[in-house]
């Protein structure tokens, strides 16, 4: 479909998302037409984007509803479908905004999963996963960057060495849209990114031409799921209890930030959340650990 070929075309020039955002972006609006088209033909009307309105809409999340999604995918859904929508009213081809008055599914307010200082120790201390020391200085470089910084998994693998500053003990981070920001990073951190740029790096490398800070035993670029297997082994060799992900390194390094008094403003820049109240669910965090303190400590709790 050429609108929607525009659309996506759309969202790589002007929002510089990542391809693989694009992508999902497109699977979630293609799937939302096929079931468009499959109800206009039921209905005996023209399958043309004039014809989709607000009741189809709430129609495909009803349905998604009845498959067993999420309320979180159903969101994310709509989300595509709404940004679909403004952009072909924005353009002139339909006559209204479709999406603009469904309202989103409530979402439960979770509290993120987060690790005690005992599991943090644990990673950044404890036996390192790993056939070669080359490799098991690499894990404890990334388990101690994930925890120093707090960034994300795609922040993490994205990471080239131009983008670590040794001398001023900072990292450069290209976020959400390519949204540079500048990271600090802390003395244990710094130390282990050393050890493993200086003697282990170059043995991974293995003569090849790569500026990706993190690789993985061919030589290439860590991906994503490396990240996790990695991660995966070390709770197994750990004994670590309960999943652990690149976001749960994030998720603690907030949490422990407010615990130890840094202040939301400061917390939303280094996470590189474009709003505070993102940030603010890290609040719920600490009281519910402050209710859980209270609880065993006071006689009367």
């Known amino acids: 479909m050429e609108e929607l070929k525009d659309y996506l075309d759309s969202l790589r020039v002007q929002r510089n998302?990542?391809?693989?955002?694009?992508?999902?972006y497109e699977r979630d609006l293609r799937h939302f037409l096929g079931f468009v088209w499959e109800q206009l033909e039921l209905l005996d009307r023209p399958k043309t984007l004039q014809e989709v309105d607000k009741h189809l809409v709430r129609d495909y999340l009803a349905f998604l509803a009845r498959s067993g999604y999420?309320?979180?995918s159903m969101a994310r859904r709509?989300?595509?479908?709404?940004?679909?929508?403004r952009f072909l009213y924005s353009k002139g081809l339909v006559e209204r905004d479709f999406a603009l008055p469904v309202g989103t599914p409530k979402q439960p307010k979770m509290v993120p999963e987060t690790m005690t200082m005992g599991e943090i120790r644990s990673f950044l201390e404890g036996k390192m996963p790993g056939n070669s020391p080359a490799l098991r200085a690499r894990n404890r470089?990334?388990?101690?960057?994930?925890y120093a910084t707090g960034i994300r998994l795609a922040e993490l693998v994205g990471l080239d060495l131009e983008d670590v500053d040794t001398a001023q003990a900072y990292l450069r981070v290209f976020g959400k849209g390519r949204k540079e920001r500048i990271v600090p990073l802390g003395e244990c951190a710094l130390a282990?990114?050393?050890?493993?740029?200086?003697?282990?790096?170059?043995?991974?490398?293995?003569?090849?031409?790569?500026?990706?800070l993190f690789l993985n035993a061919e030589g290439e670029r860590l991906t994503p799921r490396g990240v996790q297997y990695i991660l995966d082994e070390c709770c197994r060799l750990l004994e670590v209890h309960k999943k652990i992900t690149p976001h749960t390194f994030r998720h603690t390094?907030?949490?422990?930030l407010l615990d130890n008094g840094a202040d939301l403003r400061s917390i939303q820049e280094?996470?590189?959340?474009s709003s505070l109240s993102t940030t603010q669910i890290y609040t719920r965090v600490t009281r519910s650990h402050l209710k859980s303190v209270y609880n065993r400590a006071h006689p009367r709790a």
Request: hydrophobic content about 45%.
């Open 17 to 24: 998302l990542s391809p693989a955002t694009i992508d999902a």
């Open 70 to 72: 999420a309320r979180s």
């Open 78 to 85: 709509l989300a595509s479908i709404r940004g679909f929508s």
């Open 141 to 146: 470089a990334i388990f101690e960057i994930l």
């Open 192 to 212: 282990a990114l050393a050890d493993y740029c200086q003697h282990y790096r170059p043995l991974l490398l293995q003569g090849k031409d790569s500026r990706a």
């Open 253 to 256: 390094f907030a949490t422990h």
């Open 270 to 273: 280094l996470l590189g959340h």
